[in-house]
């Protein structure tokens, strides 16, 4: 019996295209009144957890757009994207310019934003929630010295001896480095 509830799982799909189109109106309105490609980035992002929680890390990453460190870049480089035709102006950088038909460069600095954060934040999210360790992870090698019941290092393990000598002798007094409190 799967631990997973039924109705979670056949409801991610509809919710993940609900909070999907929630992202895109807020990323759409938030140059004029509050919202904007950060606030929607953080949807986007409730959207893919929903997913990655309810089904699993790879139907989320099946669904998103692009894989999570592509579309960080992608957002990246459409916020810097978003600048220079201020630069190529004679403005600063970033000095924002808006055509007659209401489309300006705030929107696609926006729209930079939006997938900076959508990508960063599901690159954490999904090695969290994947059940697979990271690969070059230095825990690895501690963990097959672990002890099953706590996940605790055993007291014979070299770190947990190198703890011991320095924790302080009187659980009651902090050993500070000249003897005296500071």
């Given amino acids: 019996m799967s631990p997973r509830s039924p109705l979670l799982v056949w409801a991610a799909g509809p919710l993940y295209w609900l909070l999907i189109a929630a992202a895109l109106w807020l990323l759409l309105r938030g ?31 099946r669904w998103q757009p692009l894989a999570p460190l592509p579309l960080a870049m992608l957002g990246v480089g459409l916020a810097a994207l978003a600048g220079l035709p201020g630069v190529l102006g004679g ?28 990508g960063a934040l599901t690159g954490y999210l999904y090695p969290l929630l994947n059940d697979q360790p990271l690969e070059n992870s230095q825990q690895d090698e501690h ?3 672990a002890n099953p019941q706590n996940n605790y290092p055993r007291d014979d393990h070299p770190l947990a001896a190198n703890l011991r000598d320095k924790a302080p002798r009187d659980k009651h007094r902090l050993d500070y480095p000249r003897g005296e409190a500071p």
């Avoid at 309810?54 to 139907?59: G, I, L, T």
């Fill in 143 to 145: 963990q097959q010295d």
């Fill in 91 to 118: 403005q600063p950088f970033l000095s924002h310019l808006w055509l007659e038909s209401g489309l300006s460069t705030v929107l696609l600095f926006d729209l930079g934003v939006f997938c900076a954060v959508w």
């Fill in 31 to 61: 140059h004029n009144e509050p919202g904007g490609g950060f606030i929607a980035g953080l949807v986007a992002v409730a959207a893919s957890s929903l997913l990655a929680l309810s089904r699993d890390v790879a139907a989320a990453r």
